[in-house]
């Protein structure tokens, strides 16, 4: 078992380990808005990863706050805001 709050998110990164990306936001040193959009970057660059977005907005909206969230993510939060979380 991997607790993923102490998984460095700079080593995501560094190491390109992309199907963490999503994570990044509960990762150790991952709660901050510059880091969001880097994460936010790079699944936008990569067309597999493309749909884990939401995830990502997701769990950004647990350190962020959705309102911070939509602006980063620029779109409709609706799904976040119905979630039971």
């Known amino acids: 078992m991997v607790n993923l709050w102490e998984v460095d ?5 560094q190491r390109s380990l992309l199907p963490l990306i999503p994570f990044v936001p509960v990762l150790r040193g991952g ?3 510059t880091v969001v959009r880097k ?3 790079a699944l936008r660059g ?3 990863l493309s749909e884990m977005e939401s995830l990502l907005a997701f769990f950004a909206s ?3 706050g959705l309102p911070l969230v939509k ?3 620029r779109w409709d ?9």
């Open 9 to 13: 998110a700079a080593l995501v990164f």
């Open 31 to 33: 709660g901050s808005e």
């Open 39 to 41: 994460a936010l970057h």
């Open 46 to 48: 990569e067309e597999r």
């Open 62 to 64: 647990f350190v962020l």
């Open 71 to 73: 602006q980063i993510m």
């Open 77 to 85: 939060m609706g799904v976040l805001r119905e979630s039971p979380w």
